[in-house]
């Protein structure tokens, strides 16, 4: 079984840092892509920064410049950089990623992990 587990998460005040880390466990053959996505109360999902097996990273507009994804293959580990920190900022981040987990897995399946709550005060 695949599991995604978030750390990082808490307050700080804007203009602060935090930075999430995301570790992927379990029947993994590989992953093809993994990021970042955030809720915030009375918001749809969006996508934060994601990234793929080739290393192409997408951001929202709303935080290029400010965060910095990255990704640990040896580890199964991303990380979200978090800088420069606006009150907007706040919401649940939830680490998803791609996952094959075999190799007749062609497709493979998205996994989600259970959020951590990133809170930036004004």
């Known amino acids: 079984q695949v599991q995604l587990v978030e750390s990082g998460g808490g307050l700080v005040q804007a203009g602060g840092s935090l930075r999430l880390s995301c570790a992927a466990s379990?029947?993994?053959?590989?992953?093809?892509?993994m990021g970042w996505y955030r809720q915030a109360p009375g918001k749809q999902r969006e996508l934060v920064a994601f990234?793929?097996?080739?290393?192409?990273?997408t951001y929202a507009d709303s935080v290029k410049g400010r965060f910095t994804l990255s990704r640990d293959n040896a580890k199964n580990t991303v990380y979200l950089q978090m800088n420069s920190l606006r009150p907007e900022d706040t919401a649940v981040y939830t680490c998803?990623?791609?996952?094959?987990?075999?190799?007749?897995?062609?497709?493979?399946?998205?996994?989600w992990g259970k959020g951590t709550l990133v809170t930036v005060s004004s």
């Open positions: 998803s990623a791609l996952i094959r987990t075999g190799y007749s897995d062609y497709g493979g399946m998205d996994y």
């Open positions: 379990g029947s993994i053959f590989s992953i093809n892509a």
């Open positions: 990234s793929t097996i080739y290393g192409s990273i």
